[in-house]
Protein backbone atom coordinates (compact mmCIF):
# COMPACT_ATOMS: atom_id res chain seq x y z
CA UNK A 1 0.00 0.00 0.00
CA UNK A 2 1.22 3.71 -0.60
CA UNK A 3 1.22 6.65 0.62
CA UNK A 4 -1.57 7.85 -1.72
CA UNK A 5 -3.44 4.56 -1.38
CA UNK A 6 -3.08 5.00 2.52
CA UNK A 7 -4.57 8.31 2.60
CA UNK A 8 -7.95 8.16 0.04
CA UNK A 9 -8.69 4.80 2.51
CA UNK A 10 -7.96 7.23 5.15
CA UNK A 11 -10.67 9.47 3.63
CA UNK A 12 -13.23 7.12 3.43
CA UNK A 13 -12.68 5.67 6.79
CA UNK A 14 -13.13 9.40 7.94
CA UNK A 15 -15.68 9.93 5.97
CA UNK A 16 -17.65 6.95 7.30
CA UNK A 17 -16.71 7.28 10.76
CA UNK A 18 -17.18 11.09 11.03
CA UNK A 19 -21.28 10.70 9.52
CA UNK A 20 -22.12 7.77 12.26
CA UNK A 21 -20.86 10.68 15.09
CA UNK A 22 -20.52 14.41 13.91
CA UNK A 23 -22.52 14.51 10.86
CA UNK A 24 -25.83 12.66 12.36
CA UNK A 25 -25.69 15.97 14.38
CA UNK A 26 -24.88 18.47 11.93
CA UNK A 27 -26.42 17.94 8.89
CA UNK A 28 -28.97 14.67 10.26
CA UNK A 29 -31.50 16.89 11.13
CA UNK A 30 -31.37 18.98 7.39
CA UNK A 31 -31.62 15.45 5.25
CA UNK A 32 -34.50 14.84 8.34
CA UNK A 33 -36.49 17.76 7.08
CA UNK A 34 -35.77 17.21 3.03
CA UNK A 35 -37.46 13.75 3.38
CA UNK A 36 -40.37 15.28 5.81
CA UNK A 37 -41.02 18.13 3.35
CA UNK A 38 -40.75 15.40 0.59
CA UNK A 39 -43.29 12.99 2.19
CA UNK A 40 -46.07 16.47 2.83
CA UNK A 41 -46.21 16.68 -0.59
CA UNK A 42 -46.47 12.86 -1.54
CA UNK A 43 -42.90 12.26 -3.22
CA UNK A 44 -40.98 9.46 -3.75
CA UNK A 45 -38.03 10.98 -1.54
CA UNK A 46 -35.52 8.03 -2.95
CA UNK A 47 -34.64 10.12 -5.99
CA UNK A 48 -34.14 12.99 -4.21
CA UNK A 49 -32.02 12.03 -1.73
CA UNK A 50 -29.58 10.37 -4.06
CA UNK A 51 -29.42 13.43 -6.26
CA UNK A 52 -29.15 15.50 -2.98
CA UNK A 53 -26.38 13.42 -1.96
CA UNK A 54 -24.71 13.38 -5.32
CA UNK A 55 -24.77 17.21 -5.66
CA UNK A 56 -23.18 17.30 -2.01
CA UNK A 57 -20.53 14.94 -3.54
CA UNK A 58 -19.65 16.90 -6.75
CA UNK A 59 -19.18 19.93 -4.53
CA UNK A 60 -16.35 18.14 -2.85
CA UNK A 61 -14.50 16.61 -5.45
CA UNK A 62 -14.08 20.13 -6.80
CA UNK A 63 -12.68 21.34 -4.24
CA UNK A 64 -11.04 18.52 -3.85
CA UNK A 65 -9.19 18.99 -7.38
CA UNK A 66 -8.43 22.09 -6.15
CA UNK A 67 -6.72 21.58 -3.12
CA UNK A 68 -5.03 18.79 -4.66
CA UNK A 69 -4.42 21.04 -7.86
CA UNK A 70 -2.24 23.39 -5.28
CA UNK A 71 -0.41 20.93 -3.33
CA UNK A 72 0.45 19.13 -7.08
CA UNK A 73 2.26 22.78 -7.40
CA UNK A 74 3.75 22.99 -4.09
CA UNK A 75 5.34 19.73 -4.93
CA UNK A 76 3.79 17.45 -2.13
CA UNK A 77 3.42 14.67 -4.11
CA UNK A 78 6.16 12.20 -5.07
CA UNK A 79 9.91 12.72 -3.17
CA UNK A 80 9.33 15.80 -1.01
CA UNK A 81 12.40 18.65 -1.83
CA UNK A 82 13.04 20.69 0.77
CA UNK A 83 10.67 23.50 0.24
CA UNK A 84 8.14 21.01 0.12
CA UNK A 85 8.87 19.74 2.95
CA UNK A 86 8.46 22.71 4.63
CA UNK A 87 4.96 23.10 3.32
CA UNK A 88 4.42 19.31 4.60
CA UNK A 89 5.53 19.96 8.09
CA UNK A 90 3.18 23.12 8.08
CA UNK A 91 0.26 21.32 6.36
CA UNK A 92 0.28 18.80 8.81
CA UNK A 93 0.74 20.59 11.84
CA UNK A 94 -2.56 22.29 10.62
CA UNK A 95 -4.38 19.62 10.21
CA UNK A 96 -3.06 18.51 13.60
CA UNK A 97 -4.72 21.67 14.84
CA UNK A 98 -7.24 21.41 12.88
CA UNK A 99 -8.16 18.28 14.08
CA UNK A 100 -7.76 18.88 17.88
CA UNK A 101 -10.31 22.06 17.27
CA UNK A 102 -13.25 19.15 15.74
CA UNK A 103 -12.85 17.73 18.59
CA UNK A 104 -13.06 20.55 21.04
CA UNK A 105 -9.66 20.05 22.30
CA UNK A 106 -8.48 23.73 21.52
CA UNK A 107 -9.77 27.34 23.16
CA UNK A 108 -11.23 28.45 20.08
CA UNK A 109 -13.83 25.99 19.67
CA UNK A 110 -15.75 24.42 16.42
CA UNK A 111 -16.09 26.16 12.78
CA UNK A 112 -19.67 25.13 12.58
CA UNK A 113 -20.55 28.38 14.59
CA UNK A 114 -19.93 30.57 10.93
CA UNK A 115 -21.81 30.03 7.84
CA UNK A 116 -25.20 31.13 8.88
CA UNK A 117 -25.91 32.81 5.25
CA UNK A 118 -25.33 29.26 3.90
CA UNK A 119 -27.91 27.64 6.53
CA UNK A 120 -30.35 31.11 5.73
CA UNK A 121 -30.23 29.92 2.23
CA UNK A 122 -30.68 26.05 2.61
CA UNK A 123 -33.71 27.02 4.52
CA UNK A 124 -35.16 28.69 1.94
CA UNK A 125 -34.31 26.01 -0.45
CA UNK A 126 -35.73 23.70 1.64
CA UNK A 127 -39.01 25.35 1.60
CA UNK A 128 -38.63 26.20 -2.02
CA UNK A 129 -38.42 22.02 -3.47
CA UNK A 130 -38.40 20.42 -6.25
CA UNK A 131 -35.00 19.03 -8.23
CA UNK A 132 -33.87 22.37 -8.85
CA UNK A 133 -33.85 23.15 -5.11
CA UNK A 134 -32.21 19.83 -3.73
CA UNK A 135 -29.75 20.25 -6.34
CA UNK A 136 -28.71 23.84 -4.96
CA UNK A 137 -29.55 22.06 -1.13
CA UNK A 138 -27.18 19.60 -1.48
CA UNK A 139 -24.57 21.83 -3.34
CA UNK A 140 -24.81 24.30 -0.45
CA UNK A 141 -24.21 21.41 2.22
CA UNK A 142 -21.09 21.03 1.05
CA UNK A 143 -19.67 24.49 1.63
CA UNK A 144 -21.03 24.42 5.06
CA UNK A 145 -18.32 25.15 7.11
CA UNK A 146 -16.99 22.06 9.30
CA UNK A 147 -14.03 21.13 11.00
CA UNK A 148 -14.03 17.20 9.25
CA UNK A 149 -14.41 18.70 5.83
CA UNK A 150 -11.87 21.74 5.85
CA UNK A 151 -8.87 18.73 7.59
CA UNK A 152 -10.29 16.47 4.86
CA UNK A 153 -9.40 18.90 2.38
CA UNK A 154 -5.87 19.59 3.79
CA UNK A 155 -5.42 16.65 3.69
CA UNK A 156 -5.84 16.12 0.02
CA UNK A 157 -3.47 18.59 -0.74
CA UNK A 158 -1.19 16.06 -0.45
CA UNK A 159 -3.05 13.42 -3.07
CA UNK A 160 -0.66 14.26 -5.75
CA UNK A 161 -2.87 16.67 -8.38
CA UNK A 162 -6.77 17.57 -8.40
CA UNK A 163 -7.84 14.03 -10.13
CA UNK A 164 -6.80 12.66 -6.96
CA UNK A 165 -7.21 15.07 -4.75
CA UNK A 166 -11.17 15.10 -6.65
CA UNK A 167 -10.95 11.21 -5.56
CA UNK A 168 -10.39 11.62 -2.50
CA UNK A 169 -12.63 14.40 -1.59
CA UNK A 170 -15.37 11.82 -3.31
CA UNK A 171 -14.62 9.26 -1.29
CA UNK A 172 -14.96 11.27 1.69
CA UNK A 173 -18.36 12.21 0.47
CA UNK A 174 -19.51 8.71 -0.16
CA UNK A 175 -18.21 7.46 3.14
CA UNK A 176 -20.66 9.79 4.82
CA UNK A 177 -23.78 8.64 2.74
CA UNK A 178 -24.92 5.67 4.42
CA UNK A 179 -25.83 7.45 7.94
CA UNK A 180 -27.25 10.31 6.59
CA UNK A 181 -29.18 8.40 3.68
CA UNK A 182 -30.77 6.10 6.37
CA UNK A 183 -31.62 8.94 8.49
CA UNK A 184 -32.80 10.50 5.51
CA UNK A 185 -35.38 7.93 4.55
CA UNK A 186 -36.83 8.16 8.06
CA UNK A 187 -35.04 5.21 10.10
CA UNK A 188 -33.72 5.73 13.41
CA UNK A 189 -30.67 7.62 14.65
CA UNK A 190 -27.61 5.83 16.56
CA UNK A 191 -27.00 6.55 20.41
CA UNK A 192 -25.84 9.61 21.42
CA UNK A 193 -23.20 8.16 23.04
CA UNK A 194 -22.00 5.70 20.38
CA UNK A 195 -22.21 9.29 17.93
CA UNK A 196 -19.79 10.96 20.36
CA UNK A 197 -17.05 7.67 20.60
CA UNK A 198 -17.48 7.60 16.27
CA UNK A 199 -16.78 11.90 16.45
CA UNK A 200 -13.76 11.12 18.19
CA UNK A 201 -12.34 7.95 16.41
CA UNK A 202 -12.62 10.16 13.17
CA UNK A 203 -11.12 13.05 14.72
CA UNK A 204 -8.29 11.13 15.82
CA UNK A 205 -7.72 9.49 11.84
CA UNK A 206 -8.24 13.16 11.10
CA UNK A 207 -5.27 13.72 13.48
CA UNK A 208 -3.12 11.06 13.06
CA UNK A 209 -2.49 11.87 9.14
CA UNK A 210 -1.46 15.45 10.31
CA UNK A 211 1.55 13.56 12.34
CA UNK A 212 1.66 11.41 9.24
CA UNK A 213 2.47 14.73 6.83
CA UNK A 214 4.37 16.65 9.46
CA UNK A 215 7.00 13.49 10.18
CA UNK A 216 7.20 13.78 6.00
CA UNK A 217 7.79 17.05 6.04
CA UNK A 218 10.80 16.38 8.61
CA UNK A 219 12.15 13.21 6.84
CA UNK A 220 12.17 15.91 3.83
CA UNK A 221 14.53 18.20 5.70
CA UNK A 222 16.44 15.27 6.72
CA UNK A 223 15.47 15.78 10.54
CA UNK A 224 14.41 12.28 11.07
CA UNK A 225 14.81 9.21 8.26
CA UNK A 226 11.81 8.11 6.25
CA UNK A 227 9.99 4.88 7.59
CA UNK A 228 8.29 2.45 5.74
CA UNK A 229 6.73 -0.96 7.37
CA UNK A 230 6.44 -3.92 4.56
CA UNK A 231 4.84 -1.99 1.90
CA UNK A 232 3.22 0.55 3.84
CA UNK A 233 5.06 4.22 3.38
CA UNK A 234 4.40 5.38 7.05
CA UNK A 235 6.22 8.79 6.22
Do not use: D
Not at 110 to 133: P, T
Not at 173 to 189: N, S
Not at 216 to 223: I, M, P, Q, S
Not at 225 to 235: E, K, N, R, Y
Request: a positive charge; proline letters at 3%.
Amino acid sequence: MNANTSLLTTLLVTGFLGSLGHCLGMCGPLVMMVGLQLKKRGQNPLPFHLIYHTSRLVVYAVLGALVGAIGSLLGLSGQLTSAAGVVSLVLGTAVLLLGAGYLGWLPWGKLESNGRWISQAMSRLLKRGGVGGVILLGALNGLLPCGLVYSALLVTAAAGGPLPGALGMFLFGVGTIPALFVVGMGAGALSVRLRQTMTRVAGIAIMIVGVQLALRGLAALHVISHQHLGGIVLW
